[in-house]
């Protein structure tokens, strides 16, 4: 199909296209999609996780930003999916064309995600659209790892806090690299992202507060917030950021608010 189109995968867009229908048949089926449900598919390439959707009776509105795939798809099936083509993120948030077509309506987002936007875009589904049901999505294993991190582990920082305050994570499957084309040099995984159904707000003052702290994740919170700061119970000042579960990180938010609303 590539060649016919006179076209070929792009590296500067992460495009490896993800061949193998098992693994693309149990990413779909951990997202639970039936028949009438609406789906977002971002990077939908040659269109083979599209077909797999389209063939469960979805919904589906792919963004693809490569213009001679977007030509490719728009050929192959017209008329059955809403097909935008553009960047999937503005200046970090979802494209506003998506956000329009996709509001007041609950929808998931099955992908296989190209690898530079994907936790960006997993970071603003969970915490701008709440009328988003659950991401499953493909990425890189190692962010998986980091996604599902424990506390006070190496892979556990910013993005493994920022999406457990408001989700719950599961690994679905592992994916080689043989069942991409080209091969990545890297493993692959599929994931299953469901939010909490109460989710709490501030979430960008949250995430500020998180990524200042882990910027000096090295130092004993002590030296970061100041050695005159009132710890709660259960911190002292002698503890690193990464040793700190997201129940202790929003004591330590609460507490910094509250003495920047007083002043």
Same mark, same amino acid.
């Given at each position: #199909?590539?060649?016919?189109?006179?076209?070929? %995968?792009?590296?500067?867009?992460?495009?490896?296209?993800?061949?193998?229908?098992?693994?693309?048949?149990?990413?779909?089926?951990?997202?639970? &999609?039936?028949?009438?449900?609406?789906?977002?598919?971002?990077?939908?390439?040659?269109? =083979?996780?599209?077909? =797999?959707? $389209?063939?469960?009776?979805?919904?589906?509105?792919?963004?693809?930003?490569?213009?001679?795939?977007?030509?490719? /798809?728009?050929?192959?099936?017209?008329?059955?999916?809403?097909?935008?083509?553009?960047?999937?993120?503005?200046?970090?948030?979802?494209?506003?064309?998506?956000?329009?077509?996709?509001?007041?309506?609950?929808?998931?987002? &099955?992908?296989? /995600?190209?690898?530079?936007?994907?936790? %960006?875009?997993?970071?603003?589904?969970?915490?701008?659209?709440?009328?988003?049901?659950?991401?499953?999505?493909?990425?890189?294993?190692?962010?998986?790892?980091? $996604? #599902?991190? @424990?506390?006070?582990?190496?892979?556990?920082? &910013?993005?493994?806090?920022?999406?457990?305050?408001?989700?719950?994570?599961?690994?679905?499957?592992?994916?080689?690299?043989?069942?991409?084309?080209? +091969?990545? @040099?890297?493993?692959?995984?599929?994931?299953?992202? &469901?939010?909490? @159904?109460?989710?709490?707000?501030?979430?960008?003052?949250?995430?500020?507060?998180?990524?200042?702290?882990?910027?000096?994740?090295?130092?004993?919170?002590?030296?970061?917030?100041?050695?005159?700061?009132?710890?709660?119970?259960?911190?002292?000042?002698?503890?690193?950021?990464?040793?700190?579960?997201? +129940?202790?990180?929003?004591?330590?938010?609460?507490?910094?608010? =509250?003495?920047?609303?007083?002043?």
């Amino acid at each position: #199909m590539l060649q016919a189109y006179g076209l070929s %995968p792009l590296h500067r867009l992460g495009q490896n296209f993800l061949h193998d229908h098992n693994i693309l048949q149990k990413l779909v089926d951990a997202s639970g &999609v039936e028949c009438g449900d609406l789906v977002l598919e971002i990077g939908p390439g040659t269109g =083979t996780l599209t077909e =797999t959707l $389209l063939d469960r009776g979805c919904t589906v509105i792919a963004c693809e930003l490569d213009r001679g795939l977007a030509g490719l /798809l728009q050929d192959r099936l017209g008329d059955a999916i809403t097909l935008i083509h553009g960047d999937c993120l503005v200046k970090k948030h979802l494209n506003p064309r998506l956000t329009e077509l996709l509001a007041n309506r609950n929808w998931k987002l &099955v992908a296989n /995600l190209p690898y530079q936007i994907a936790s %960006p875009l997993i970071v603003d589904v969970l915490a701008n659209h709440q009328n988003c049901l659950g991401q499953f999505v493909t990425i890189q294993y190692e962010v998986s790892q980091r $996604l #599902m991190a @424990k506390v006070n582990s190496k892979d556990w920082g &910013v993005l493994s806090i920022l999406v457990q305050r408001l989700a719950t994570i599961s690994l679905v499957t592992k994916a080689p690299n043989t069942c991409f084309w080209p +091969q990545p @040099k890297i493993t692959s995984a599929c994931v299953a992202i &469901v939010p909490h @159904k109460n989710r709490p707000q501030r979430n960008e003052e949250f995430a500020e507060f998180v990524t200042s702290l882990f910027a000096k994740r090295r130092k004993q919170l002590g030296s970061i917030l100041g050695r005159e700061f009132e710890f709660p119970e259960g911190i002292t000042s002698e503890q690193r950021p990464a040793t700190l579960s997201i +129940q202790q990180l929003e004591q330590l938010f609460a507490i910094t608010n =509250t003495s920047k609303d007083s002043i």
